[in-house]
T-cell receptor
Framework: AQKVTQAQTEISVVEKEDVTLDCVYE???????LFWYKQPPSGELVFLIR??????QNEISGRYSWNFQKSTSSFNFTITASQVVDSAVYFC??????????????FGQGTTLQVKP | ETGVTQTPRHLVMGMTNKKSLKCEQH?????MYWYKQSAKKPLELMFV???????ENNSVPSRFSPECPNSSHLFLHLHTLQPEDSALYLC????????????FGSGTQLSVL
């Protein structure tokens, strides 16, 4: 069975602090994709990143960075020097590869991040 | 104009009402999706359409009936809902099905009384 766990339900930090959002996944497939989405108060989920299971290279995009560790089945997301605009719900998701894959994403419960001024 | 537009933003309905949710995408995508977001539960995929053909029905009760008249429009027809169906219903699109980047609308917040 496939599953995504985001153990942190809510995190509160003060502006300019660094914060890491944890994501642990379960799958027996060897080929899969991992995603992070951001859901601001307006409601729509916004795509942040997609990584495939063969690419363990960490990625940095501005203040955002992602640490993919297959050995621990984790795909953690770090925001450096957080800002109030980073306040949102963040979702980690898993998608399997293959011809039968209809694009189904398996989402974690989400982590609500509050950045206080 | 945003890529994926959903109407209405909010909907309150009784259990005997019939209503429809509408989704329109302006991105030229071939795949469209309905997701349900309930409080304290992960987002759940409901339906997937690829080139107007339904390719996944994720064990959704028949009181939810999707319709995809063309690749730009997706509807979710609601009939005889239950209070536990109250949730945020999100529409999304992607270029094709598969592990693609999804573009989401802002959702319809549905309350069933």
């Amino acid at each position: 069975a496939q599953k995504v766990t985001q153990a942190q339900t809510e995190i509160s930090v003060v502006e300019k602090e660094d914060v890491t959002l944890d994501c642990v996944y379960e799958t027996r497939d060897t080929t899969y994709y991992l995603f992070w989405y951001k859901q601001p108060p307006s409601g729509e989920l916004v795509f942040l990143i997609r990584r495939n299971s063969f690419d363990e290279q960490n990625e940095i995009s501005g203040r955002y960075s992602w640490n993919f560790q297959k050995s621990t089945s984790s795909f953690n997301f770090t925001i450096t020097a957080s800002q109030v605009v980073d306040s949102a719900v963040y979702f980690c998701a898993l998608s399997l590869h293959g011809s039968s894959n209809t694009g189904k994403l398996i989402f974690g419960q989400g982590t609500t991040l509050q950045v206080k001024p | 104009e945003t890529g994926v537009t959903q109407t209405p933003r909010h909907l309150v309905m009784g259990m005997t009402n019939k209503k429809s949710l509408k989704c329109e995408q302006h991105l030229g995508h071939n795949a469209m999706y309905w997701y349900k977001q309930s409080a304290k539960k992960p987002l759940e995929l409901m339906f997937v359409y690829s080139l107007e053909e339904r390719v996944e029905n994720n064990s959704v009760p028949s009181r939810f009936s999707p319709e995809c008249p063309n690749s730009s429009h997706l509807f979710l027809h609601l009939h005889t809902l239950q209070p536990e169906d109250s949730a945020l219903y999100l529409c999304a699109s992607s270029q094709d099905t598969g592990p693609e980047k999804l573009f989401f609308g802002s959702g319809t917040q549905l309350s069933v009384l």
